[in-house]
């Protein structure tokens, strides 16, 4: 609820110097794939701290953003802990991981009928790996508009094709998997990438889905 009430800054490879200041950050913590550069120049030129955080979705990758987070905050010491914890959650579930590769989607959103997927290079992507999934839409960087042709293209095999969706509206998601062909869809497995009380969801949602992939 806090979250909510927050000002939204736009998308984070399309900042407003502007916008991002007018906020009044006592301190900035930015993705090391924020941009335009010119507009990260500008934030950085100002009087407030600006912290990069690196971009990296492996189990390292992902403590070392917590590192780097609470070493900016001031509390080192706890975001060693809790990168530990998380580091050795993550690894414990990639146990787990679902022994067959299942050929997988990532979906966030519906518009206008097409449905906007995870391509190559997405923190979606390092989470399906790490579960022990393949992402069934390779052929773009990044997340895209793609349609429900090309999501069936990529996923020829019935039994192959396993949507997951970041959709918290069940109206939402009703359509996106309508546009894709319920039939098609092994499993409609809803996986939240964000953090929670100081715990990341991305562990659970590892465990889900290679718990479900494995089942």
Do not use: W
Not at 30 to 43: H, K
Not at 63 to 88: C, D
Not at 143 to 169: F, I
Not at 190 to 209: K, Y
Request: proline share 7%; with cysteine.
């Amino acid at each position: 609820p806090e979250a909510r009430a927050l000002p939204d800054l736009g998308y984070m490879r399309a900042l407003s110097p502007e916008g991002v200041l007018s906020a009044g950050p006592d301190l900035i913590l930015a993705d090391a794939d924020a941009g335009p550069p010119e507009a990260v120049a500008a934030i950085e030129a100002a009087s407030v701290p600006y912290v990069e955080v690196p971009s990296d979705e492996s189990p390292e990758g992902v403590a070392e953003k917590i590192r780097v987070v609470a070493g900016a905050l001031g509390v080192p010491e706890e975001g060693a802990a809790l990168a530990g914890r998380v580091e050795a959650a993550i690894r414990a579930a990639m146990q787990a991981a679902a022994p067959t590769h299942p050929r997988a989607i990532f979906l966030l959103s519906v518009e206008g009928g097409r449905l906007m997927a995870a391509g190559s290079g997405t923190g979606a992507e390092a989470m399906l790996r790490l579960a022990g999934g393949e992402n069934a839409l390779t052929g773009f960087d990044g997340y895209k508009l793609v349609s429900a042709e090309a999501v069936l293209e990529a996923a020829p095999e019935q039994h192959e094709l396993l949507a997951v969706a970041e959709l918290p509206d069940c109206a939402i998601r009703e359509r996106a998997f309508a546009e894709i062909g319920a039939a098609r869809c092994a499993l409609d497995l809803v996986l939240p990438l964000r953090p929670l009380r100081g715990e990341l969801l991305l562990v659970a949602s590892l465990g889900q889905f290679g718990r479900l992939c494995s089942g």
